[in-house]
């Protein structure tokens, strides 16, 4: 499965950005999605993961009600809606899979693909 992150930059606190992970190398709709992110000296955390088909979306404390993830199975790809950025927002987020586990999200060793990260930088 090969994965391909789009969508960061530079955004003022309070902005959005939609960012997006297109994916490849295998039936999309067979396919767990997440994303991460890691900021500068942390630890790479779980930010928001959605099903097959979408009926069950996890989210991290911390993002949840600001952020949204979706997915287009017609387009291969999965999407995060990023509103009412704050400086803390500020990392690398990368998309992923979960195929070992598609119900627990706790930690990236349960990830078994990685796209190349985007930056994503809010500023205050």
């Known amino acids: 499965v090969q994965l391909q992150a789009s969508g960061g930059g530079l955004v003022q606190a309070g902005g959005s950005l939609r960012l997006s992970c297109a994916a490849s190398?295998?039936?999309?709709?067979?396919?767990?999605m997440g994303w991460f992110r890691q900021a500068p000296g942390k630890e790479r955390e779980f930010v928001a993961a959605?099903?097959?088909?979408?009926?069950?979306?996890f989210y991290a404390d911390s993002v949840r009600g600001r952020f949204t993830i979706s997915r287009d199975n017609a387009k291969d790809t999965v999407y995060l809606q990023m509103n009412s950025l704050r400086p803390d927002d500020t990392a690398v987020y990368y998309c992923?899979?979960?195929?070992?586990?598609?119900?627990?999200?706790?930690?990236?060793?349960?990830?078994?693909?990685w796209g190349k990260g985007t930056l994503v930088t809010v500023s205050s």
């Open positions: 959605i099903t097959w088909s979408g009926a069950t979306i």
């Open positions: 992923a899979v979960n195929d070992k586990y598609p119900g627990h999200w706790s930690s990236a060793s349960v990830v078994d693909y």
């Open positions: 190398g295998r039936d999309f709709s067979t396919l767990v």
